[in-house]
């Protein structure tokens, strides 16, 4: 199955970068949200990386135009009908992503792929709320979807063997490299990264160091390209928190417990780069 029309539904930081390499890879690309600022902001995204590509000489003017020109967009789930897969990208809540799932079968044609770009959820559940399980798979793409490789493909227990390889030639097409996990909560990436960030928030708690000297540990000392406590600031607290609640929910083991600082700092609306403040400050 060549997969050649794309759907994405959501337009924020994962949902219009998504959008962007589907685009970059020759696809035509139909980007969804509930709102048009939402939508006009995502585009907004998009033509803000394209041009650094071309600052960078890497694109061509023309060939940006051309990336831009295949993204149409729409509030309405019904533009989604006469794609070939469409990837949820909304923010990190099974409920929510349940309902998508719903709308989005109901919305697609026969034989349309479901994807969802969750970083923690069970794929096998939310595969199950639609009439078209055997066609619902994972596609973790990583922030900043441009730059990063990595996608991991995650078969839900129902997922079948064509929709699968399906998935892992267009994760080629896009340029990126796929990694096969099974289905559990967090997968591999956020199985191993989302604790390390939560243990770094514990020695910021417990007042052991500043943010600033937790970081700088991590960076000379186990050679990070970037501090946990920034890199969480770059995720954004409020997704760190819903992602160790997966795990801890999920697992039900005491060491996936969420820090209470990072409660605190999500309940304050301190949530990292989006918001302006997180660990750091933004403004």
């Known amino acids: 199955m060549e997969l050649q029309r794309v759907g994405v ?91 998508i799932f719903r709308d989005m079968d109901e919305a697609c044609r026969p034989g349309a792929i479901l994807a969802s770009n969750t970083s923690s959820i069970s794929v096998t559940r939310i595969a199950a709320v639609t009439g078209r399980p055997e066609s619902v798979i994972g ?41 096969t996990v099974k289905d559990s909560f967090g997968f591999v990436s956020n199985r191993i990264l989302l604790p390390m960030i939560n243990e770094a928030i514990f020695t910021l708690y417990e007042g052991l160091a500043t943010p600033e000297d937790v970081d700088t540990v991590m960076k000379l000392g186990m050679n990070h390209p970037m501090g946990p406590l920034a890199l969480a600031d770059l995720i954004g607290l409020d997704t760190c928190l819903h992602i160790m609640e997966v795990l801890h929910e999920g697992f039900n083991d005491s060491k996936y417990r969420p820090c209470p600082l990072l409660k605190q700092m999500v309940d304050a609306g301190y949530l990292g780069r989006k918001s302006g403040r997180g660990f750091y400050n933004y403004r």
Do not use: W
């Open 139 to 179: 596609m973790h793409f990583m922030n900043p979807v441009p730059l990063m490789k990595l996608v991991e493909i995650i078969r839900a227990l129902q997922t079948d063997d064509p929709t699968y390889a399906a998935v892992e030639a267009l994760t080629r097409r896009l340029g990126k490299e796929p990694v």
């Open 9 to 99: 539904v959501g337009a924020g930081q994962m949902g219009n970068g998504i959008a962007q390499v589907c685009a970059a890879a020759g696809l035509d690309v139909v980007m969804c949200d509930v709102a048009e600022p939402a939508l006009n902001a995502g585009l907004a995204t998009i033509r803000k990386s394209l041009d650094r590509f071309v600052t960078k000489e890497k694109l061509s003017a023309a060939e940006r135009d051309a990336i831009v020109d295949r993204i149409t967009t729409s509030t309405t789930m019904g533009a989604l009908g006469e794609t070939d897969l469409v990837v949820e990208a909304a923010t990190e809540d099974e409920a929510l992503k349940c309902r």
